[in-house]
């Protein structure tokens, strides 16, 4: 398996614009999530999902967020308009579930790194 | 709610010097507890873990030990290569099976000189 595959690696684009992160998960995890990191907070999670269900998308900071899981093996994150605030690096993970996420942890993309201007 | 809080950084140390990260963490019940390591331009990877109290994960010279008492989960290695050079993480998940997002430290940033 490619591993968790994220595109773009980079976007750069002007606030209010459109953007769409995608995420292949690893065929046979159960579970998938997003986060964002930031110098000043960190990992943060924003959403996940489990069977293609979002189960908690507590972490999502507001309306313009959005996240889908259309099948096992895509999800994309949305933000519209996009503001300057949302610059970061946006990780998409998988794993398996049960105890197969904790012997086997969770598998991390590479990332998008998202600028907005 | 859950935390986790590590030491802050740069850590910056010599080659086959000895290393200790700092970990604390704030949950309820029983979680299990991880380490994971992020290279340059690349994602997270599991470096160990730890599932219950006293248990000590240990992976490519690196060891934490699960201590309740304390509510710690401090990063050790004995001999610390340049390659070691790298963010690491701290993280609970507070489930326990790691099904429900895991709760990460801010990361300390490790600097390996030769």
């Known amino acids: 398996d490619a591993g968790v595959i994220q595109s773009p690696r980079h976007e750069v684009t002007e606030m209010g614009q459109e953007v769409t992160l995608r995420c292949k998960p690893i065929?046979?995890?159960?579970?998938l999530f997003w986060y964002r990191q930031t110098m000043m907070r960190g990992l943060e999670l924003l959403i996940y999902f489990n069977n293609n269900v979002p189960i908690d998308d507590s972490g999502m900071p507001e309306d313009r967020f959005s996240a889908k899981m259309p099948n096992a093996s895509f999800s994309t994150l949305k933000i519209q308009p996009s503001e300057p605030r949302d610059s970061a690096v946006y990780f998409c993970?998988?794993?398996?579930?049960?105890?197969?996420?904790?012997?086997?942890?969770?598998?991390f993309g590479s990332g998008t790194r998202l600028t907005v201007v | 709610g859950d935390s986790v809080t590590q030491m802050e950084g740069p850590v910056t140390l010599s080659e086959e010097a000895f290393l200790t990260i700092n970990c604390t963490y704030t949950a309820t019940g029983y979680p299990s507890l991880f380490w994971y390591v992020q290279y340059p331009g690349e994602g997270l990877q599991l470096l160990l873990k730890a599932t219950k109290a006293d248990d000590k994960g240990s992976n490519k010279g690196f060891e934490a030990t699960y201590r309740k008492e304390t509510t710690s989960f401090h990063l050790e290695k004995g001999s610390v290569q340049v390659s070691d050079s790298a963010v690491y993480f701290c993280?609970?998940?507070?489930?326990?099976?790691?099904?429900?997002?895991?709760?990460f430290g801010k990361g300390t940033h490790l600097i390996i000189q030769p």
């Open positions: 065929s046979g995890h159960d579970y």
């Open positions: 993970a998988s794993s398996p579930g049960g105890a197969g996420s904790v012997v086997y942890g969770y598998t």
């Open positions: 993280a609970l998940s507070a489930s326990g099976g790691g099904a429900d997002g895991l709760t």
